[in-house]
């Protein structure tokens, strides 16, 4: 089974590997001041993400982000809510993002190299 690891770009204290992919949207909501629950109409799934930070009034229109990738017209739900979730693999949301527990592995070690000089 895939885990992943979730993080805010900067901020290393924020990081948290070895979740699911559905505890790791939960945490990349959680660190993105954000919401969700999930909606069926007809045969489209989709994902309400709702922003609940406070927001200067100008931005109050930003409060519920849309995306075409919080949508699925897959009729098994499960499946269209997996597809839903692995979507934020390609963008992440406010900043925080969703990797792949081994791909993580390699960057930090790729980093780590660089900053010793021990890269080719």
Same mark, same amino acid.
């Given at each position: 089974?895939?885990?992943?690891? &979730?993080? /805010? ?6 990081? $948290? ?12 909501? %959680? ?31 930003? /409060?519920?982000? %849309?995306?075409?990738?919080? $949508?699925?017209?897959?009729?098994? /739900?499960?499946?269209? %809510?997996?597809?839903?979730? $692995?979507?934020?693999? /390609?963008?992440?949301?406010?900043? &925080? $993002? ?13 980093? %780590? ?8």
């Amino acid at each position: 089974m895939t885990t992943y690891t &979730v993080f /805010r770009f900067f901020s290393v204290e924020a990081e $948290r590997s070895g979740l699911s992919l559905e505890n790791a949207v939960d945490e990349m909501m %959680k660190q993105a001041a954000c919401t969700y629950s999930w909606q069926h109409e007809g045969i489209e799934t989709h994902m309400i993400v709702r922003y609940i930070a406070s927001l200067p009034d100008a931005y109050a229109c930003a /409060r519920s982000i %849309k995306s075409p990738y919080l $949508r699925s017209t897959n009729p098994d /739900r499960t499946a269209a %809510k997996n597809e839903i979730m $692995r979507g934020f693999l /390609r963008t992440g949301l406010l900043g &925080v $993002r969703i990797i792949a527990d081994d791909r993580a592995q390699r960057i930090r070690h790729e980093v %780590k190299d660089i900053l010793m000089g021990s890269a080719a």
